[in-house]
């Protein structure tokens, strides 16, 4: 199916190149924020990521600078013009993400259905997170709750979801990219980094899902993983995302070719040429016959033979050999219609 352009600020996603989002799991201060974007713009991130409402499994754990945090993010969205994506979890705070680019519906509240009602009366393009334990049915069918409500700037996410397999937090559902894009007309990204929970994972799927097809990539990265509030583990640092973003805009340089050599294959723009000689074609031939027509006519009057071999001979004489078989065929089909 073909993808639709979802812009998020100035930067349109779908069918294009694969667009590199970064940031750290959570906000954590204005200095925290600004860094890692001015870091990750350096190394092409297009958009800049960093949750300030963070729905945790732990009631215990550090729940997001919320506000705070979002004014961090616009600070960091003026210094280094990124526009930028953070997860509501609510629609009344609506008001507070006015400056947020991206609306990000994280996977626990992919079946939110309040919040995705919202989010379809509002016009902001709406990243949808697939809930861990959700089909790809599942994830279409709560999209359309944000359709329904008349917006359909709709970014699908996969983030892996729970198998049995505990070496990996989640484990990343590759064929969720080729599936969604022939099931829906959305672009999808890839978060790997929620899937695997660990940071040496991070290269290689993201560069498999740009392989795949993934109009974009998010990753968390942190200067300091370590010391990281939330996500550490799963967080890479400024370097390996460099590397990352290098090798993942070489991937989809490639795809790009060979989908446009793919698209030639399938000679569209060939048979859009033809069909339009075709149509000139037709209504040459239409004028030659009207014209032939005039002179039996004229002939007829006159009573001179209508059929003149030596003027179709003439006429043969200047011609190769494909022509002289095409016009044998237009001078029968000319005596007929005289
Ligand atoms: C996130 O992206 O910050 C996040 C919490 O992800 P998920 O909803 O996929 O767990
Ligand atoms: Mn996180």
Redo the contacts with the bound molecule.
Sequence with gaps: MKTRIVNVGNVPIGGGDTVLIAGP?TIESEEQICTIAELVKSSGAKILRG?AFK?RTNADSFQGLHEQGLEFLSIAKAKTGLPTVS?ITDASLLPLFEDVDLL?V???NMQNYELLKALGRQNKPVLL?RGFAATYDELLSASEYIKKGGNENIILCE?GIRTFEPYTRYTFDISAIPALKSMAEYPIIA?PS?AAGRYDMIKPLCLASTAAGADGIMTEVHYAPESAVCDGRQSVKPNLFGEIAGQVLEISALRRVNESNSKSEDFGELRKMIDEADRELASVFAKRLDIVKQIGQIKRMKNIPVTDSERENEILSKMDDNLKRLYRTIFEISKDNE
């Design positions: 799991c949750g729905p997860e990000q994280g996977a626990r997170k983030r978060d929620h």
